[in-house]
């Protein structure tokens, strides 16, 4: 059986600098999350956030630099755990299995995570402003996302279960604003029924796709 006093030795034992490091900007990435939630974009400033987590006022900035640095971090956190979710469901799958799959996994993230679902969409709202910094990030992700759906549609056209005449890039424009255009309501409609959203919008994904 393993030792408690050699367990808690190891909880106990000095850090490193690069772990302290990690620690630090992992509380900061939560603590800005909680603050999006809570405070939104004016409260979630760098002092905020450095206190929050439990340190000095400066910190923030110090290992993220401008407020830009934070969100990019935020939006890097949370499209993480998000496609490491994704990719444990999928598996293999391809074609009409991997979108309803990804539409299942969504809404099973948004119902866990609807922390993270109101943080990134916060964001993403405040790229549209033409000044912001971070607007690119928040393209590269969106486009990551099509170009992964894009995939799946030619793959399920070469299968033959999605139909020839689809355009995949205009499909996966149609998937990504779909779930975007959902969550949206559902974050600032208290009434909103997330998962009958989500059981509708699948249905009328895949009887659109398929052959």
């Not at 509380?27 to 800005?32: F, G, L, P, S």
């Not at 990134?120 to 928040?138: C, H, M, R, T």
């Not at 139909?163 to 969550?183: D, P, T, V």
Request: aromatic letters at 8%; hydrophobic letters at 45%; a positive charge.
């Amino acid at each position: 059986m393993p030792n408690p006093a050699s367990d808690s030795a190891r909880d106990d034992a000095p850090r490193t600098q690069a772990e302290r490091t990690a620690l630090a900007e992992s509380r900061m990435i939560k603590a800005a999350i909680k603050l999006l939630n809570t405070a939104g974009l004016q409260g979630t400033t760098a002092a905020a956030v450095g206190l929050n987590a439990g340190y000095s006022r400066g910190l923030a900035a110090h290992h993220f630099g401008p407020k830009a640095g934070l969100y990019r971090a935020v939006l890097k956190h949370v499209s993480t755990i998000w496609t490491d979710e994704l990719n444990a469901c999928l598996g293999d799958k391809t074609g009409l299995d991997a979108v309803a799959t990804a539409i299942d996994t969504h809404l099973a993230h948004a119902l866990s995570h609807p922390e993270f679902i109101r943080a990134q969409n916060i964001l993403w709202g405040a790229a549209l402003d033409p000044s912001s910094e971070f607007k690119p990030n928040v393209a590269e992700f969106m486009q990551i996302q099509r170009d992964t759906v894009t995939a799946w549609v030619r793959e399920g056209k070469a299968k033959g279960e999605i139909g020839k005449n689809i355009n995949a890039r205009r499909a996966a424009e149609q998937f990504y604003g779909g779930l975007i255009g959902i969550n949206s309501q559902w974050l600032v409609s208290p009434d909103f029924d997330l998962a009958a959203a989500y059981k509708d919008f699948k249905r009328s994904m895949l009887r659109l796709l398929r052959a």
